[in-house]
């Protein structure tokens, strides 16, 4: 009888082994399964993304088209507008195209990226005139570009960071937002913040108070309907802004029409793990149209 509950217990026991077994194998399984589900559906819901971030370029781009080539300016339709670029519907997500501008806030628009100094492009003068910049540091620089041009504007805060003297965290920090590296280096009249213009031959913080009052129009303010852009260098001259011999000087530096662009698409879909797709991208006109130059995602 002994050896009967003995053997008993040991069926019982292998019983309960394998059906802990048994247990095991369909958790595991079915962990395996909702892993790969899960992921199924992050892979959907991030391919959307990707295609809900592309309506994005293609919304700014449509806009980029619709903008007259003889003149660009603030109070546009591609510069701050949150209504048309801040958290769009599309395709059961949402984008948003914006920029970061001068002060670091963020601007739902593109960015002119001739509103900048070109690292690659601008005379000593100018990039002497930048924030943590002297004519020695500028000459470097020139020195530097010459035989290898900087890729982005972080790239050149890291080059100067690392010369004598190196740079106050807060040069580190607006240099990025009034250099670039696209475009043709023409300084655009109408859309140049104050630390640009200032570095123009000749200006002054009065001069440039008085140039960017003109330009804000009546009510004060960038970007709205009574903006007063300048069509032309001329027109500088006629209102009294600059001098004759000054618009010979400005002339290979400036312009009133910008050809690139640049912004971030960003896509989100999916509500309780969304899916998120960043796309930067930089566009320049070509003839009649507009051609990506520049396409990173994130």
Do not use: C
């Not at 690292?119 to 002297?134: C, F, I």
């Amino acid at each position: 009888m002994l050896m009967i509950g003995n053997q008993r217990g040991s069926a019982l026991l292998v019983v309960i082994t394998l059906v802990y077994s048994l247990f095991l194998l369909g958790l595991s399984l079915q962990t395996i399964v909702g892993g790969d589900l899960e992921r199924a559906i992050q892979f959907r819901n991030r391919t959307r993304a990707r295609f809900i971030a592309q309506a994005g370029v293609t919304t700014a781009l449509s806009i980029l088209r619709a903008q007259p080539a003889t003149f660009t300016a603030l109070n546009q339709g591609w510069y701050h507008q949150p209504d048309r670029f801040q958290e769009v519907s599309f395709a059961g997500g949402v984008f948003t195209v914006s920029h970061q501008g001068t002060s670091g806030e963020t601007l739902y628009g593109m960015q002119d990226e001739e509103s900048r100094i070109h690292l690659n492009k601008a005379p000593p003068s100018l990039l002497a005139a930048l924030p943590g910049m002297n004519l020695a540091r500028a000459e470097a620089a020139i020195r530097h570009r010459t035989g290898q041009p900087f890729a982005t504007p972080a790239e050149f805060v890291s080059w100067l960071a690392a010369q004598p003297g190196g740079l106050s965290d807060g040069e580190r920090e607006i240099l990025p937002r009034l250099t670039t590296v696209w475009g043709t280096g023409r300084i655009n009249l109408n859309t140049a913040p104050a630390p640009v213009l200032l570095a123009l031959p000749g200006m002054t913080p009065e001069r440039v108070a008085r140039l960017l009052q003109h330009r804000r129009g009546p009510d004060g303010r960038e970007g709205t309907a009574d903006d007063q852009p300048f069509p032309s260098l001329a027109a500088l001259q006629e209102w009294g802004l600059i001098q004759g011999e000054e618009g010979l000087s400005w002339r290979p530096l400036v312009t009133v029409s910008s050809t690139t662009f640049s912004f971030v698409s960003r896509a989100s879909i999916g509500r309780l793990r969304p899916a998120t797709v960043t796309v930067h991208v930089v566009v320049q006109r070509q003839g009649k149209d507009w051609v990506v130059k520049y396409w990173k995602v994130w």
